[in-house]
C-alpha cells in the first residue's frame, strides 16, 4: 500500500511527500529484450556480494527430487554447486562470462538464491546485475516404465523449466544463447538444442533486477521493472529443473470439472499437449487414469516437431467434491506412447502425474460467489515470500509452516500479488485452501502507461502463463488481473481490464475472474469494472487517511460497502486488503502499537460480519516482509523496511491480534447452504431497511 500516513512527524511527513511525488513500482519486462539492453543504474552504489564459497569447477550429474509432485515424471531438480558473481559494473556481456570455463572470480552458491538477502540497504532495493553458471553433465536415461537406466537413443532432448527468476533472465547453454525472460513469479521453459551427451555443459543466467527507488510501481525509463510493493529480491528465486524428453513430451495438462448440480453427476475434462520432439512423423497415443476411471485421450499422427492437443471428457456420477471442510483429490496419470514407421509396437515415451478435485465456483445473478453451491464468506490472510535469512528463496519447510499457520488461524483463502510457489499451491489443493491468483504486472500501474504494449504485453503474458500453470488447482478460486490501478477506471484500464478478462476466460472458463482496488468513496462507480465477476476493496478505513481525510475514519467503512453493492449489485465484492502496523506496546489511540491493532481487527471483523451480502476478507499479511527502503505504512514509528502488519513476526511469534484474528475467524460461517444465506440476507434487510446511497 502507498497511501500518505496521518500521524508521522512534520519531517517525515515532507520525506514522505516528496517520495510519494515521485514515480511508484510494480513488475514487468518486455520478453526477449536484446541481451545488450542496460537498464538505468540506481544512483546510490550496488550492494556487495555476499561471502561464497570457494568455487568449484566439478560437473555434477542433476539428480534433485522435484519439490512439488504435479508434473512429468522424466524431470530432476538442477541440484548440486552453482557459481555466482554480481557484476556491479554491467561489464560481463562484454567480458563474456557466458563462454568462460575458468572459475576465477565466481564463487559457489545453492539455487534458489536470493543475492541480496540479508542487505536491507537502498542500494539492495535498487538491485544489480548478477550471474549464475551451472556445469553439469545430462543424467543417463533411464526407461519409461522401469525408471532404470537404458541405453542412449539419438531420439532424447532435454528441456529446462525454471520455476521463478526475478527480474529479466537471459539464458545461455554452452556459450549459445538460447532464450530470454522477463518477470519473476511464473514459470518458463527453454529446449537445449545444444546440450552435449557425453561431455560437460555449461549453463549460465544472466539476472538484472535494477530499478530505482523512485521509480513508478513497474515502470523504469518506459519498461517494466520490478515491482515496489515487496522488496526487490534478485537472482534465481525458486527451484531449476531438467527434464529428459524420450520423441514424446507432455505438456499443458488441465483437468476441469463440470458440475451443474451439486448433489449430482460431473463432467471431467482432461486435456494436454503432446510434442513430437523427433525429426520424423511419429503415431502418438495418449491414456491414464482419472482417479480409478480408464482415460483414452485418443491417437494421433504427428508430424516432425508437431504439436497437438488432445482431450477426453468422462463423467463422474457420484463425485467426492473438494471444498475447504473436505479437499478431496483424485488421482491422474498419463502415459504417452509413439510408434515410428517401420516400428513393430510403440514404446512408452513420456508420463505426467496430478492430483485434481472436483468442485465448482461461480458468481450467481444476485452477486453471491458460490463453491459447489454454497454461498461464500471467505476469511483470509496475505503472504509474501519472504524469510529472515533467504530472502523470497524459501524453502518448502517454510511453506508447509505458513499453510499451517493459516489453517491454525481458520482462514479458508490465502492472496498474493504474485502466483506462490507449486508446492504451495498444491499444499492448497490438500489442506483445503482457496487461492486468490495474481499476476504482478499490474500492480500499481498508473493510467498513463495501462496502454503501452509493453506493459499490456507482459501482463497478458502472465495470465497465460499463470492460466496454464495452475488451472488444475481446485484451490484456484478467482483469476486477478490486477492490483490497485487508478481507483477511476479510465479509458486504458477498462480496454485492459475487458481484454485481459477475454483472455483468461478462453484459457479458463470454469473460474470468476476478478479484480482488487483501492477504495476510495470519491472514485464512485466505474462502469469498466463491468466485465469482471469479482470486485475486491482494499480496505484502510481508520489507517490511512485517502483524499481528504475521507477514509481516516473507520466509521465510514460501512457505509462506503453498502454503497459498492449499490453499484455492483451482480458481481461478488469482497475485502481483499485491511490491516494496521504494530511493532510496540503502547495506548490504543496511538498508531503503530499492538493495543490498536487489536482494536483495529475486531471492528473491522464487527462490520464485515455485519454485511450478509460480503463474499469475504483478507487480512494484509499473515507475517510480516520486506517493501522497500523508508517505508513507514502509517506507523510513525516504523521498523523500515518491515511491513509490520502482519499478524506473526519474520521469526515466528505472533502478535496479540493474531488471537483476536483466530477467534473472530473460526467464530465465522464461511460457507452457507444457500436457502440458509438467503434467510440471512432477509433479516438483514428488515433490520436496514433503506440501503446506504
Not at 555443459?201 to 515487496?230: F, H, M, T
Not at 466485465?531 to 482494499?538: A, E, H, R, T
Not at 523508508?630 to 521498523?639: C, E
Amino acid at each position: 500500500m502507498r497511501r500518505l500516513p496521518s500521524s508521522l512527524p512534520l519531517a517525515a511527513v515532507a520525506l514522505v511527500t516528496v517520495l510519494l511525488a515521485l514515480p511508484l513500482a510494480a513488475q514487468g519486462a518486455v520478453a526477449d529484450a536484446p541481451a545488450t539492453t542496460t537498464p538505468t543504474t540506481p544512483a546510490t552504489p550496488a550492494p556487495k556480494p555476499p561471502p561464497a564459497a570457494p568455487p568449484t569447477s566439478v560437473a555434477t550429474v542433476p539428480d534433485g527430487t522435484p519439490l512439488y509432485q504435479d508434473g512429468q515424471v522424466d524431470r530432476v531438480v538442477m541440484n548440486g554447486p552453482w557459481l555466482f558473481r554480481l557484476d556491479t559494473a554491467d561489464a560481463g556481456l562484454a567480458q563474456r562470462f557466458y563462454d568462460q570455463a575458468t572459475t576465477a572470480g565466481w564463487g559457489s552458491v545453492s539455487v534458489p538464491n536470493a543475492w541480496n538477502a540479508r542487505d536491507d540497504s537502498v542500494a539492495s532495493f535498487g538491485g544489480a546485475v548478477g550471474w549464475y553458471r551451472k556445469d553439469f553433465r545430462l543424467p543417463s536415461p533411464k526407461d519409461p516404465k522401469t525408471r532404470k537406466p537404458s541405453a542412449a537413443t539419438s531420439q532424447r532432448s532435454y528441456v529446462l523449466r525454471f520455476e521463478s527468476v526475478n527480474f529479466d533472465a537471459t539464458i545461455w547453454l554452452n556459450g549459445r544463447r538460447i532464450g530470454t525472460h522477463s518477470g519473476g513469479y511464473l514459470p518458463f521453459e527453454l529446449r537445449l538444442p545444444n546440450a552435449s551427451a557425453h561431455g560437460v555443459n555449461r549453463l549460465v543466467v544472466r539476472v538484472d533486477n535494477r530499478r530505482k527507488l523512485s521509480e513508478q510501481s513497474g515502470v523504469g525509463a518506459g519498461r517494466p521493472v520490478p515491482p515496489g510493493g515487496w522488496w526487490n529480491y534478485g537472482g534465481i528465486l525458486r527451484e531449476v529443473y531438467l527434464r529428459t524428453v524420450d520423441r514424446v513430451d507432455v505438456t499443458n495438462v488441465n483437468v476441469a470439472s463440470r458440475l451443474p448440480n451439486p448433489a449430482g453427476a460431473a463432467t471431467v475434462t482432461t486435456s494436454a499437449d503432446v510434442r513430437n520432439a523427433t525429426g520424423t512423423p511419429q503415431l502418438v497415443h495418449l491414456s491414464g487414469r482419472f482417479g480409478s476411471q480408464p482415460l483414452d485421450l485418443g491417437t494421433r499422427t504427428l508430424a516432425a516437431g508437431e504439436t497437438l492437443t488432445l482431450s477426453r471428457a468422462i463423467t463422474v456420477r457420484r463425485p467426492k467434491l473438494w471444498s475447504p471442510a473436505h479437499p478431496s483429490l483424485y488421482a491422474v496419470r498419463l502415459t504417452a506412447t509413439a510408434q515410428r514407421p517401420g516400428e513393430q509396437r510403440p514404446i512408452d515415451a513420456a508420463g505426467y502425474r496430478l492430483e485434481a478435485g472436483i468442485r465448482s465456483i461461480q458468481v450467481d445473478g444476485s452477486g453471491q460467489l458460490l463453491l459447489n453451491g454454497e454461498v461464500v464468506h471467505f476469511r483470509g490472510v496475505a503472504i509474501h515470500e519472504d524469510t529472515l535469512t533467504q530472502g523470497a528463496a524459501m524453502d518448502n519447510a517454510v511453506r508447509a509452516r505458513l499453510v499451517a499457520l493459516t489453517k491454525d488461524l481458520g482462514a479458508t483463502l490465502v492472496r498474493s500479488h504474485y502466483p506462490l510457489h507449486p508446492e504451495f499451491q498444491e499444499l492448497a489443493d490438500r489442506k483445503g485452501l482457496l487461492l486468490w491468483s495474481e499476476v504482478p504486472a499490474m500492480y500499481q500501474l498508473p493510467e498513463t502507461l495501462l496502454g503501452r504494449a509493453a506493459y499490456r504485453n507482459l501482463a497478458f503474458e502472465q495470465l497465460r502463463a499463470n492460466v496454464l500453470a495452475n488451472r488444475a488447482h481446485p484451490s484456484v478460486a478467482i483469476w486477478s488481473v490486477g492490483n490497485e490501478m487508478p481507483s477511476v477506471a479510465g479509458p486504458n484500464q477498462s480496454a485492459y481490464i475487458a481484454d485481459a478478462t477475454t483472455v483468461v476466460k478462453q484459457l479458463d472458463p470454469t473460474r470468476p475472474v476478478g479484480l482488487a482496488f483501492a477504495g476510495h468513496p470519491e472514485a464512485g462507480c466505474q462502469a469498466g469494472y463491468a466485465p469482471l465477476d469479482v470486485l475486491g476493496m482494499n480496505d484502510y478505513f481508520g489507517w490511512y487517511t485517502g483524499v481528504g481525510g475521507n477514509i481516516a475514519d473507520q466509521d465510514e467503512l460501512s457505509t462506503y460497502l453498502d454503497t459498492l453493492r449499490t453499484c455492483y449489485p451482480h458481481q461478488a465484492i469482497a475485502v481483499t486488503e485491511y490491516g494496521a502496523e504494530a511493532n510496540r506496546d503502547g495506548p490504543t489511540e496511538e498508531k503503530g502499537t499492538y493495543k490498536f491493532q487489536d482494536a483495529f481487527v475486531r471492528y473491522h471483523l464487527g462490520i464485515f460480519n455485519a454485511k450478509s451480502w460480503l463474499t469475504g476478507s483478507v487480512y494484509w499479511a499473515l507475517q510480516e516482509f520486506r517493501v522497500k527502503p523508508l517505508w513507514s505504512g502509517g506507523n510513525p514509528w516504523p521498523d523500515s523496511p518491515i511491513h509490520a502488519k502482519g499478524l506473526v513476526r519474520l521469526n515466528w511469534t505472533k502478535k496479540p491480534a493474531y488471537g483476536i484474528m483466530r477467534t473472530g475467524y473460526r467464530a465465522t460461517r464461511q460457507f452457507v447452504p444457500r436457502s440458509s444465506a438467503k434467510k440471512r440476507r432477509a433479516a438483514a434487510a428488515k433490520q436496514q431497511p433503506t440501503a446506504a446511497k
